[in-house]
């Protein structure tokens, strides 16, 4: 992705797209007003919990597809579903018997006393929206605030009423929980999911809690010839190391087998070149071989039509300390034909915009090709991927695919819509210098925000080339500083393009209004590298990669350019955009540096730049700014609950229709992935 997704995951914080800080997978910061057209008397957040937001994601578009993409869809939904318990086993080893624990609790409650209950409700909330006990933005864990002595007894009630629990051979109720215990009291036990930066002789690895690694170092890689780098657990057996390749007769073959059913239930539903994606994604599931990942990509590139598409598979490396190994997520889609044109405008443009990289020449790519861009609806979104989700994918990652047969970028208008409806205008005043920022962000934040998000995926992460000296891929020579510089690298392109009168001329944006929509994202941009800091409410060091990216720009060009002062009033403090020609003139020269890391794969010079300005932290700043959103009672980051589809079938048992509804119910739609039901 890099999928690369953007959330501003990141995709995440009061998060909408207001600036492009929230690119791929990580959140932005900036709220927007309503979306255009959406329906007004929607229910759009559905609750806060703790510093969460859970809202509802509509899908208006599915009633009107023809019923053989509404089969399609049905089949892949059902694929993205099947996949669900693969991620929560990757991220955290011990988080599927966690989840019965939790789910038999919340779904046989009587006799457990109240309080308890509340408690555990709140903590399974947080669990399942992160999926697992390690908050998704900062990769530290949560802990359950009651007593082990109250949750024992609540599961003992549990047991009373028919719950049934994850025993291992001969254990007691009271043995599994104390050998549980410190899973869901300890915050010191697996503190960090994901450690890219543990300090002096400490191994990432080691240090990072999930489920990608057994007993394994980065020692013992030195000289390990890895066969299956993206989809595959290695773990250290009898002192010699063991690919668990991710394939239908390997690691997590029975939910791969299922996948692969769907998948391939789907294939007549499917246009021709997508019948053919679907079947080289069945391939590589049971084999597992690279040969066959790269035939997928090539194939799903290669589809630029279809109406409907689907993103299944091990793909982003974020979660992994060593940017290698792959999360599994699933996501199903439909074009949403209204929203296309500008970021389709943006690809047909892109070669404009490579000829103008403030770049060496050598990383120009000659002849931009293959580029495919769509506004999409999504329908599902689960795994690395839901229920916190990105707002903009960029995919294949394989940079010789991306460089030979191009790319497709997609941006997830639905979800950019819940993120606008479900969120408050107070939030950027309280961090504005000035009134007229915050008027301007009021007025501009979204449409900058969607804007520059495309230009992320599409001209960012799409663009550029290696050099042709590397004789490997930049993820391998750049390992755990990849992701971040990758993420740096599509905020820059775009924040660099942004004051372009290319736009104007291309219709993406109203030339009288241009000046004042570079201001919006500038200063917006600029703002959300202190407000971030609310996400980390612990420790002094961010771990998130689109969060590093975005505070290593703006630190950079607070120390490089003239354009961004640190300001204070009545104690607070600001960050205050203040000349975005330096602004723009500083990204350039930064994005200039970024690329030459990228394409030279110079993993000293990636980590120097991110330990110098995007790791590290005042927490005396990090207080005042949570002590400020706190005031405002404003979520940190926003997870989503999505559409369910129900097959409407004939006597003969065949599906003559696929109806959509919302359930607006977080812990209904999880106990339903599960198997279970809500109680009543």
């Avoid at 709140?122 to 002595?149: I, Q, S």
Wanted: with cysteine; net charge negative.
């Amino acid at each position: 992705m890099m999928m690369t997704k953007t959330l501003w995951r990141g995709v995440v914080a009061v998060v909408v797209m207001a600036t492009m800080a929230a690119s791929c997978r990580g959140g932005g910061d900036e709220t927007a007003p309503a979306a255009v057209g959406a329906q007004a008397d929607r229910k759009y957040l559905l609750e806060r919990v703790g510093d969460a937001a859970v809202a509802q994601i509509y899908a208006d578009g599915f009633a009107a597809l023809p019923l053989d993409q509404k089969q399609l869809v049905w089949h892949l939904y059902q694929a993205a579903l099947a996949g669900r318990d693969i991620y929560y086993d990757q991220r955290y080893a011990h988080n599927l018997e966690m989840r019965d624990v939790l789910e038999e609790i919340i779904t046989h409650p009587s006799g457990v006393d109240p309080a308890t209950l509340a408690e555990i409700e709140r903590y399974t909330k947080l669990f399942w929206l992160n999926t697992g006990p390690y908050n998704n933005l900062t990769a530290r864990k949560f802990v359950l605030e009651t007593t082990p002595e109250a949750f024992a007894a609540a599961a003992a009630a549990a047991a009373s009423a028919g719950a049934t629990f994850p025993l291992q051979d001969g254990e007691t109720l009271d043995a599994m929980l104390a050998r549980m215990r410190p899973y869901f009291f300890d915050l010191e036990f697996d503190p960090i999911v994901t450690s890219k930066t543990p300090g002096a002789d400490r191994d990432i690895l080691a240090v990072s809690a999930n489920n990608l690694y057994v007993g394994v170092t980065m020692k013992d890689l030195a000289s390990f010839p890895e066969r299956h780098p993206l989809n595959s657990r290695l773990v250290k057996r009898d002192g010699r190391l063991v690919e668990e390749v991710y394939r239908i007769d390997g690691k997590y073959g029975a939910q791969i087998a299922k996948i692969v059913e769907h998948l391939e239930a789907a294939v007549p539903f499917a246009s021709e070149p997508m019948a053919k994606a679907l079947q080289a994604l069945a391939q590589y599931y049971r084999t597992g071989e690279t040969a066959d990942r790269e035939a997928y990509d090539i194939a799903w590139v290669q589809d630029r039509n279809s109406p409907v598409d689907t993103i299944n598979g091990f793909i982003e490396v974020y979660m992994d300390a060593r940017g290698q190994k792959g999360s599994w997520e699933g996501l199903v889609y439909y074009v949403n034909p209204e929203k296309t044109e500008g970021i389709r405008t943006l690809a047909a443009n892109a070669q404009w915009f490579e000829d103008r990289m403030p770049w060496d020449a050598r990383y120009r790519k000659a002849g931009v090709t293959g580029i495919t861009a769509n506004a999409i609806d999504v329908v599902v979104e689960t795994g690395d991927s839901g229920p916190i989700t990105p707002v903009g994918i960029n995919l294949p990652n394989d940079q010789r695919i991306r460089e030979e047969h191009g790319s497709k970028s997609v941006s997830l208008a639905n979800v950019n819509e819940a993120y606008d409806r479900s969120t408050s205008a107070e939030f950027r005043k309280e961090f504005a210098w000035s009134a007229e920022e915050a008027e301007r962000s009021e007025k501009w934040s979204s449409f900058a925000g969607e804007l520059t998000t495309n230009m992320h995926e599409v001209i960012g992460h799409a663009s550029g080339k290696v050099s042709e000296s590397l004789t490997t891929t930049p993820q391998a020579m750049l390992k755990e500083q990849f992701s971040a510089i990758e993420e740096a690298r599509a905020d820059l392109v775009a924040l660099y393009f942004l004051p372009d009168p290319k736009l104007a001329e291309l219709g993406l944006v109203p030339a009288a209004e241009q000046h004042e929509i570079v201001l919006a994202e500038y200063e917006g941009y600029t703002r959300n590298a202190l407000v971030q800091l609310r996400r980390v409410r612990e420790g002094s060091q961010i771990e998130e990669d689109h969060m590093r990216n975005r505070q290593m720009i703006v630190r950079w060009l607070m120390d490089n350019t003239k354009a961004i002062e640190v300001r204070e009033r009545d104690g607070k403090t600001y960050y205050a955009m203040t000349d975005w020609q330096a602004f723009q003139a500083g990204v350039g020269r930064l994005l200039a540096e970024v690329q030459l890391i990228k394409a030279e794969g110079n993993y000293d010079a990636a980590r120097a730049l991110f330990e110098l300005y995007g790791v590290h932290f005042d927490p005396a700043l990090r207080d005042e700014i949570v002590a400020r959103v706190d005031r405002l009672n404003m979520p940190s980051y926003t997870g989503f609950v999505m559409p369910r589809l129900t097959p409407v079938r004939n006597a003969d048992g065949a599906i003559t229709d696929v109806t959509i509804s919302y359930p607006q119910d977080l812990t209904e739609q999880m106990l339903e992935y599960s198997g279970r039901r809500k109680p009543m």
